[in-house]
């Protein structure tokens, strides 16, 4: 039986509308209960930030919790150098440069010494990535035909769809981190979310 292979290649290319922010708090101390004071003292801080910037103390939520132990290395051994508690947080909203620059200037007065990046991304990326893979199935479909016509020939039934899962990137290249961020407002249009994604069909020829 003669077939027809044909890989097909699906681009989307969308203006990010989503704003996420990770955060990242950490207590150490010596003393476990000390580390985790610190922790939850400036946990607390960061939540109120959130709520002076105009948002709900629950719209900061956790991503990750850990405590691990601290060592340094000295004259071949291990040193217990106490714990570091930490906290991961994540913050999401649409995109608005005005309450961005509004938050990045309460953050950039806060007292919670949290780490934070902060990424641009599309909402709604199940639609983001049904329209991906669309695409990929129309790029087949057309270069098969291109190909039959070509060769004077003409397409059958579908004999087989080939889809690998490919891991699709929802965020724009562009991120902020708190080290370059300061009072002064952003002014900042990030570039807009690309992926690229791939599926190989089969025909059979009549």
Same mark, same amino acid.
């Given at each position: 039986?003669?077939?027809?292979?044909?890989?097909?290649?699906?681009t989307?290319?969308?203006?990010p509308?989503?704003?996420?922010?990770?955060?990242?708090?950490?207590?150490?101390?010596?003393?476990? @209960?000390?580390?985790?004071?610190? #922790? /939850?003292?400036?946990?607390? =801080? %960061?939540?109120?930030?959130?709520? $002076? !910037?105009?948002? *709900?103390?629950?719209?900061?939520?956790?991503?990750?919790?850990?405590?691990?132990?601290?060592?340094?290395?000295?004259?071949?051994?291990?040193?217990?150098?106490?714990?570091?508690?930490?906290?991961?947080?994540?913050?999401?909203? @649409?995109?608005?440069?005005?309450? #961005? /620059?509004?938050?990045?200037? =309460? %953050?950039?007065?806060?007292?919670? $010494? !949290?780490?934070? *990046?902060?990424?641009?991304?599309?909402?709604?990326?199940?639609?983001?990535?049904?329209?991906?893979?669309?695409?990929?199935?129309?790029?087949?479909?057309?270069?098969?035909?291109?190909?039959?016509?070509?060769?004077?020939?003409?397409?059958?039934?579908?004999?087989?769809?080939?889809?690998?899962?490919?891991?699709?990137?929802?965020?724009?290249?562009?991120?902020?981190?708190?080290?370059?961020?300061?009072t002064?407002?952003?002014?900042?249009?990030?570039?807009?979310?690309?992926?690229t994604?791939?599926?190989?069909?089969?025909?059979?020829?009549?």
């Open positions: 039986m003669r077939i027809i292979r044909v890989k097909g290649t699906g989307v290319s969308e203006t509308n989503l704003i996420v922010i990770h955060f990242t708090v950490k207590g150490e101390d010596f003393n476990y @209960d000390e580390a985790m004071r610190k #922790l /939850n003292e400036r946990t607390a =801080i %960061l939540r109120n930030d959130i709520i $002076k !910037a105009g948002f *709900s103390g629950d719209d900061l939520k956790t991503t990750n919790f850990s405590v691990d132990t601290k060592y340094s290395y000295h004259n071949n051994q291990n040193i217990f150098q106490g714990y570091v508690a930490k906290h991961d947080l994540k913050l999401e909203f @649409d995109f608005n440069r005005i309450v #961005l /620059n509004n938050l990045l200037s =309460i %953050l950039s007065k806060s007292n919670s $010494k !949290a780490e934070y *990046s902060i990424n641009f991304e599309v909402k709604d990326k199940e639609q983001f990535k049904k329209q991906l893979l669309a695409n990929s199935v129309k790029d087949a479909m057309e270069k098969a035909e291109v190909i039959a016509q070509t060769a004077n020939v003409k397409l059958g039934n579908i004999l087989n769809i080939i889809y690998d899962f490919s891991n699709v990137i929802y965020r724009s290249n562009v991120m902020l981190e708190n080290m370059i961020t300061s002064k407002d952003v002014d900042i249009v990030p570039e807009d979310v690309e992926a994604d791939y599926v190989t069909m089969e025909w059979q020829i009549e």
